[in-house]
């Protein structure tokens, strides 16, 4: 039957998409967990990577890239430096974050112009040079 079963005719402006949580389980390539162990794997070869490169820290921010490294597809930032432990900011539901990520710092953040503070609070220092803080 495929998706077509579950699209209803347009409503207002736009489509409306009726499926139950089953179907998005099946489609949805978040919904499989990622091992810590993978997790660990991947934010190692990254350090390694950053050290090679002179990189003090990484900032992500694009959804399918803290997948990758964390393991969560939670509303969040992931911050790895090369010289500390990595740190989840997750702007949504913590519990369900820290159940799905390899990630072992995982922190509540309600604005992504809070987590230079949050960082430079855990850490002591911001990496590299970041004016005005």
Known sequence: ???RKYIQKPVSQGI???AS???FMKSNPFSKSVPSSEIQNRIHALKTRMEKAGTDAVFLTHKPDIYYFSGTAQDAYLYVPVDYDP???VKRYLPRAEAETGIGHVV??????RIPFQIQSLH???PGHWPGI
Not at 108 to 113: G, H, K, L, N, Y
């Open 1 to 3: 039957m495929g998706i």
């Open 16 to 18: 409306c998409f009726r």
């Open 21 to 23: 949580a089953k179907f």
């Open 87 to 89: 740190l989840l900011f």
């Open 108 to 113: 509540p953040v309600s604005s992504i112009t």
């Open 124 to 126: 002591g220092r911001l």
